[in-house]
C-alpha cells in the first residue's frame, strides 16, 4: 500500500509563495498521475493540480500560472510550487495518488495534508 506525506505548509503574507512537498513510499504501484488537492473552511475539496506519469501537467483555472506540479522519480516526491499565493488560496492541501477511470481521474491514496494560510 502506497504512503504520502505531505510538509512544506504554514503561513504566508498575499503575494508569497511556498513549496509543498509529497513523499510517495510503500509500493511499487506506479499510478496514472499525481495530483494536488485543497479543501477550504465549508467548501468541497477540489482538485488544484495533477501531472501524469509521462510528464503532462494541467491546473485548475483559479491557479493557472501562479502554481506549478512536479515531481522527482529519483527522490519519489511530488512538489507543489505555490507562487502569487491569495487569501482564497488558504486552504488544507493534499496529495493523492490518480487513476484513470471511463476517462476521468479518479483518487485512490491520499495523504494526511498540509495547512496552507495566506493572511497579512
Known amino acids: 500500500q502506497v504512503q504520502l506525506v505531505e510538509s512544506g505548509g504554514g503561513l504566508v503574507q498575499p503575494g508569497g509563495s511556498l513549496r509543498l512537498s509529497c513523499a510517495v513510499s510503500?509500493?511499487?504501484?506506479?499510478?496514472?498521475?499525481m495530483g494536488w488537492y485543497r479543501q477550504a473552511p465549508g467548501k468541497e475539496r477540489e482538485l488544484v493540480a495533477h501531472?501524469?506519469?509521462?510528464?503532462?501537467?494541467a491546473y485548475v483555472g483559479s491557479v493557472q500560472g501562479r502554481f506549478t506540479i512536479s515531481r522527482d522519480y529519483g527522490k519519489d516526491t511530488v512538489y507543489l510550487q505555490m507562487n502569487s499565493l491569495k487569501s482564497e488560496d488558504t486552504a488544507v492541501y493534499y496529495c493523492?495518488?490518480?487513476?484513470?477511470?471511463?476517462?476521468?481521474?479518479?483518487?485512490?491514496?491520499w495523504g494526511q495534508g498540509t495547512q496552507v494560510t495566506v493572511s497579512s
Open positions: 501531472i501524469t506519469r509521462v510528464g503532462s501537467a
Open positions: 493523492a495518488t490518480l487513476q484513470f477511470r471511463g476517462g476521468t481521474l479518479l483518487p485512490g491514496s
Open positions: 510503500g509500493s511499487i504501484f506506479s499510478p496514472d498521475a
